[in-house]
């Protein structure tokens, strides 16, 4: 049986944590990471825990560790949740991007597509994140010079978090008055640019 302390105290660990990270003091971070792993926490508290913890480890340099962590909370997401679902989708992609950032492409593309497949069937999800999805992929591509590909997927990240936006030429880009301030978009935006030079 789940503690009430158990939940507030972990919870109160994982984002002391948090904090640390922000502030790039990741060997910190991991030791209130690590504490709050002590606690009974719920599912996705846990697992987004394990992929911070992953997060931090690849910022340091410690790829191996990195990677062990990021697979974990795949593992573990798909045990709690299943595959079909946000949070498996997101340490999905959290995966795919590290494993691009490695240069290990055919994984990378695998994980990256099964996120954004996965996004696609669940109903009431925000178009930022298929756009973020899109956006992913566009990055994949472009780094593998298909810049083709590249671009065909910010555009589809494009006409995805904006709701006026239909234009599939990788030429056209929305007008001034159609954006509004979104992550998501400005990182499709910033990604596509360098495709054209």
């Not at 996120?115 to 999800?125: A, D, M, P, R, V």
């Not at 990055?139 to 555009?155: C, D, G, M, T, W």
């Amino acid at each position: 049986m789940r503690k009430a302390d158990d939940y507030i105290f972990g919870s109160l660990y994982m984002n002391i944590g948090i904090i640390y990270e922000n502030y790039k003091q990741f060997e910190k971070a991991i030791e209130y990471y690590k504490k709050g792993f002590e606690f009974d926490l719920q599912p996705d508290t846990y697992i987004r825990a394990i992929s911070n913890l992953a997060s931090c480890y690849n910022l340091m340099e410690d790829y191996e560790n990195s990677e062990l962590n990021y697979l974990y909370a795949i593992s573990e997401s798909e045990k709690y949740f299943g595959k079909n679902n946000f949070l498996t989708s997101n340490m999905y992609i959290n995966y795919g991007i590290f494993c691009d950032n490695l240069g290990k492409p055919d994984e990378a593309l695998k994980y990256l597509q099964d996120s954004y497949s996965i996004n696609t069937k669940i109903k009431g999800l925000s178009e930022s994140f298929l756009a973020n999805n899109l956006t992913q992929l566009g990055i994949h591509y472009s780094r593998r010079k298909n810049y083709p590909v590249a671009l065909e997927y910010f555009q589809l990240a494009l006409i995805s978090v904006i709701e006026t936006f239909h234009e599939g030429d990788i030429y056209k880009n929305p007008g001034y008055q159609e954006l509004y301030v979104d992550l998501s978009l400005f990182n499709t935006l910033y990604s596509k640019i360098p495709n054209f030079i």
